[in-house]
């Protein structure tokens, strides 16, 4: 049996299995004991339920790839907004649905599309709206490369000194887990400068000197900090915020401030919406959803209801 959207022209098997991916790390592990439960209560909604196997984020990408294309009626994800960047690989465009249910470090994806922050009740959420045939439709960004190379992503690109500390700390080889993050981030506070962006927002041009510069389908990044306050993943539209020429001790004053989504009161901050966003500066590979993404220059496009959760 199929069904087609009313939105998107993909055809949903509705009587295929439940996929459910799980990440054991998501989280630092914190979580490894979840998926039984999760899969008891998705089962009991009557719908035959697909574990799927992966072991490092590739895995899991293909493994999401493979049950969409093999008739899968929905996917659920267990771990943060990493976990669900692959899903998203999958799913932009498909129809098919989608649950995530909270496990990671930083998940702001779920947060910010309505998900309780326990995982508990983010799978009964979704084992009701299961049970219901209910969805919502929301958006999804789309990144294309200057090599042609698309990839999406439902939260967050960071395109500024977030991405160049991430990228300092997956170059690291000492020391392991989170002092790791910290001593990049005192690396390149060290090296902290302004660098010229080239901004073009539905076609019209922009040039600025910047440290931070963010392009928001949703509020926020890194496990609550919202860099695009306003963004709303259901508009149509991308908010783009930059920040612009802060030495290191006002970036550390401002930054705290992103928690709050006040930072963009600041004067030297300065906020953008579009539906297309071309943007371009030397020497950054970008981050979405917090995993390693695309090199600038790239084009990112605001898809509208990309994406159906289960909710």
């Known amino acids: 049996m199929l069904a087609v959207t009313a939105d998107d022209h993909s055809s949903v098997a509705v009587d295929g299995p439940v996929a459910v991916l799980a990440n054991p790390t998501a989280g630092r592990g914190r979580h490894r004991g979840l998926l039984p439960q999760v899969l008891r209560r998705l089962a009991a909604t009557g719908r035959p339920v697909r574990p799927l196997r992966a072991h490092t984020a590739d895995e899991a990408e ?25 899903a998203v690989q999958a799913l932009a465009g498909t129809g098919v649905p989608f649950g995530p249910v909270p496990a990671g470090t930083g998940n702001d994806f779920a947060a910010d599309t309505g998900f309780p922050a326990d995982p508990l009740a983010a799978v009964d959420v979704i084992a009701a709206a299961l049970r219901d045939g209910r969805t919502r439709a929301v958006d999804l960004a789309r990144m294309t490369g200057a090599d042609g190379a698309r990839r999406w992503y439902g939260a967050v690109l960071a395109a500024g000194f977030d991405a160049i500390v991430n990228e300092r700390a997956n170059r690291m080889r000492w020391p392991s887990g989170p002092r790791r993050y910290d001593l990049a981030v005192l690396v390149e506070l060290a090296r902290l400068r302004p660098r010229r962006y080239t901004l073009r927002l539905d076609g019209v041009p922009h040039e600025v000197d910047a440290v931070l ?12 900090m919202r860099i695009c306050p306003d963004a709303d993943p259901t508009d149509g539209l991308l908010d783009v915020v930059v920040g612009g020429a802060f030495d290191r001790r006002t970036l550390m004053r401002v930054k705290p401030r992103i ?4 930072h963009v009161a600041h004067p030297l901050v300065r906020s953008y919406r579009a539906r297309t966003v071309e943007l371009g500066a030397e020497g950054i590979t970008t981050y979405a959803d917090g995993e390693r993404a695309l090199p600038l220059p790239l084009t990112v496009t605001a898809t509208p209801a990309a994406l159906h959760l289960l909710c």
């Open 213 to 224: 510069v963010a392009v928001g389908n949703c509020a926020s990044y890194g496990g609550g």
């Open 259 to 262: 928690y709050r989504g006040t």
């Open 62 to 86: 293909a493994a999401c790839r493979a049950a969409v294309r093999d008739g899968a009626s929905a996917l659920v994800v267990v771990g943060g907004d990493g976990t669900v960047h692959r």
